[in-house]
């Protein structure tokens, strides 16, 4: 498969890659380097993933990192009320040397894998999705250096989990704080913009195929014009996916038809009261005719 292959492929399910995406993601598959997609949010960075696993038939396996992500939410934690009901019968039983206890509850029996776990011992590689990576405190960095250099997992207890197949692993981040330069290191790495007005139509064809030219090429010009716009949060491209789903459920044909109705389905686009105020009826009309 070339990378050419690969973006051809994307687009057949939905998903129009650029150039520079294609190449970055060819050569992570290639050479089994995770892929750092950095990019504001609502770009495509997640369904990248989602596509990927669609594209290889396999399974999507999905971290999503937040403020305090730890090991037993992201690795493995063991079963604490399982190992104290088989700890207690064993008592009670009056069976069992003290080690031959502790050997039993903490076997594999007794483990509880987490995503990043789980996504190492699958038969047939999955895609493992670490989304939005810069959520998380700098310390789950150090988690996840032993998996993204060696795809293996160390447990005390049980000894060093290698991979069984290497997963396609997208680490995708919005750019709230800066990645370290170890976690960098053990990436590729792409940024991922917001779509030029020929590939933002094209996604939009791809995703709405029922839709008219001419109001497809409203829709795109009308949120392109709206990310120019001094906005707290710019409309990605998933609210523009949205706002066209919107626009064809209400059966609307020309955006300039009913400009009262279609400013009710901004809502699609704005997501704070501070970018609803920004664009009054007035704003939208003279995007909607520069987009005509």
Known sequence: ?????????LAEHGYVASNDLAM??????TIGKPLLLEGAAGVGKTQLAK??????????????CYEGLD?????????????LLSIRAATE???????DIEDRIFSEKYLLARPLLEAIRQDKAPVLLLDEVDR??????????????????????LGTITAKTRPH?????NGTRDLSDALR???LYSYVDYPDRATELSILAARQPGLEARLCEQIVGVVQALRKEDLEKKPGVAEMLDWAAAIAGLGINDLADDPVELQATLVCLLKTQADRAAVPIEVQQRLVGKAA
């Open 1 to 9: 498969m070339t990378w050419k292959t690969l973006k051809q492929d």
């Open 24 to 29: 970055a993601l060819h050569l992570a598959v």
């Open 51 to 64: 596509t990927l696993a669609e594209l290889f038939d396999t399974r999507l396996i999905r971290l999503q």
């Open 71 to 83: 090991a037993a939410a992201a690795i493995y934690e063991w079963n604490y009320q399982r190992q």
């Open 93 to 99: 039983s009056g069976g069992g040397a003290a080690d």
């Open 136 to 157: 998380a405190d700098e310390e789950f960095e150090a988690y996840l250096l032993e998996l993204l250099s060696d795809f293996q997992v160390t447990i005390p207890e």
């Open 169 to 173: 692993v997208i680490l995708t981040s």
């Open 185 to 187: 290191r053990r990436c």
